[in-house]
């Protein structure tokens, strides 16, 4: 499959023969429905309402099967809206049967839905019906199912971006709870999350109970829970704050309550963001392109394992811009006659792998010398702002990824700065 767009069009209209059966299915939690045209858009055949378990599956190959015999036709393309979770089991099933499966983008199909009767009517069996026009019109893309060790990595990132949200979550409780019950504490401890703050809000979180401390006591206390003791400094700030504090005594023993729970949270889903984040590096050292990603300086293996299991194998590709496309980060322009609209990202990709190359490629500028160089340039010879550089070099990046895994050769530091024009 070629990269550039126009090709990639004209490419998926071409594949749509005389001898396809397109089908359009929409999906649902119990209940699919199935519509067939062939490659000029006329309707085949009657709906094919199917349910989605094993038994439906069966009934509608079967269907497909009538469909060839009615039609005289020998080849199928099968389209599909990724629909929350509910179409993966399917998906995977018909893969298992060697057909050819393509999705197609749910936005799409909410703007084509009128295109044969000119009416807003939405509904299941209009849906699919929409999708097959879409199909053979070439709106879909290849569908790049994860399959083993990939399929594993995803599910694992996917847990830990969960579990990760909740864990900011948590935080911005904890933060919550000290401007509440205690805010002055932030003027002791810049980052309340560091060590020697956490031991101190599991002993003594309230104003009221360091009041009653003395800063030797406190530096025992610490001692007892931490390895190395606190700073004597450090405590006698704390108990200057406590005795200036505005908290009011009201109900502090539900505060504290509430504090001991939101800690132990905080502790059980850090510990459960390393063990994933640890099995997560394990997955991606049985993948062969991790090797040469990781020869960038500046990329983590965790953030090797963010971006694989967003796009899967780098096999799959042919140029960067296609994986800029996959997470939304080709540009975009509203212009007419005179008027010539602001340049933009599209954002209709995948969130998190745009997300983790903005993050790759914010840590290459800072930790690699041939990024450093590249963003600088972009800001004090082209005059870009510094966002606007780092969306570019993630460009630069997915180039990059794609063509020292294809080519199987090493990373050269010396041929981006080259073809960068960068001396």
Same mark, same amino acid.
């Given at each position: ?303 090797? =394992?963010? *971006? !694989?299991?967003?796009?899967? +194998? ?9 994986? /800029?496309? &996959? %997470? ?69 990046? =997915?180039? *990059? !990824?794609?063509?020292?895994? +294809? ?9 981006? /700065?080259? &073809? %960068?024009?960068?001396?």
């Amino acid at each position: 499959m070629k990269f550039k767009q126009k090709s990639v069009q004209n490419q998926r209209i071409e594949k749509i023969t005389t001898d396809h059966l397109v089908v359009g299915i929409d999906i649902s939690k119990d209940t699919h429905i199935a519509r067939a045209v062939n490659f000029r858009g006329i309707e085949l055949g009657k709906p094919c309402k199917f349910s989605n378990n094993q038994a439906g599956f069966v009934h509608f190959l079967q269907w497909i099967d009538n469909q060839f015999d009615k039609h005289g036709k020998s080849l199928v393309i099968i389209g599909m809206e990724p629909t929350g979770h509910y179409w993966k089991n399917m998906a995977y099933w018909l893969v298992d049967q060697k057909l050819e499966i393509v999705i197609v983008n749910p936005h799409h199909v909410k703007k084509n839905k009128e295109n044969r009767d000119n009416s807003p009517t939405k509904n299941d069996t209009k849906d699919a019906l929409v999708i097959a026009d879409m199909v053979r019109n070439g709106y879909y893309s290849e569908l790049n199912l994860p399959t083993k060790v990939h399929k594993e990595l995803r599910d694992t990132m996917s847990l830990r971006e969960f579990i990760n949200k909740q864990r900011v979550s948590v935080k911005n409780q904890i933060h919550r709870w000290l401007d509440l019950w205690f805010p002055e504490y932030l003027t002791v401890f810049k980052d309340w999350s560091c060590k020697t703050s956490l031991a101190t809000l599991r002993l003594f979180p309230t104003p009221a109970e360091l009041k009653k401390l003395t800063s030797e006591k406190i530096i025992v206390e610490w001692k007892s829970v931490m390895k190395r003791r606190g700073n004597l400094n450090t405590a006698k700030l704390l108990i200057e704050a406590a005795k200036n504090s505005i908290a009011c005594d009201e109900g502090m023993n539900y505060a504290k309550t509430h504090l001991t729970l939101l800690l132990d949270q905080l502790d059980q889903l850090t510990c459960q963001l390393e063990k994933l984040e640890q099995q997560a590096v394990k997955l991606v050292e049985e993948m062969p392109e991790s090797r040469q990603i990781q020869q960038l300086k500046g990329i983590s293996p965790t953030f090797v =394992a963010g *971006i !694989l299991a967003e796009t899967g +194998s780098l096999s799959n590709y042919t140029h960067g811009n296609q994986i /800029l496309r &996959l %997470a939304g980060l080709h540009l975009s322009e509203d212009s007419s006659g005179k008027h010539k609209g602001q340049t933009i990202i599209t954002k209709r990709g995948r969130p998190q792998l745009r997300k983790i190359l903005y993050l790759i490629t914010f840590s290459l500028v800072k930790n690699n010398p041939e990024f450093r160089l590249l963003h600088e340039k972009n800001v004090t010879i082209n005059k870009m702002r510094k966002k606007q550089s780092i969306i570019k070099l993630c460009g630069k990046l =997915a180039r *990059i !990824l794609i063509g020292i895994t +294809s080519n199987q050769e090493p990373y050269n530091p010396e041929k981006v /700065l080259k &073809l %960068a024009d960068v001396v």
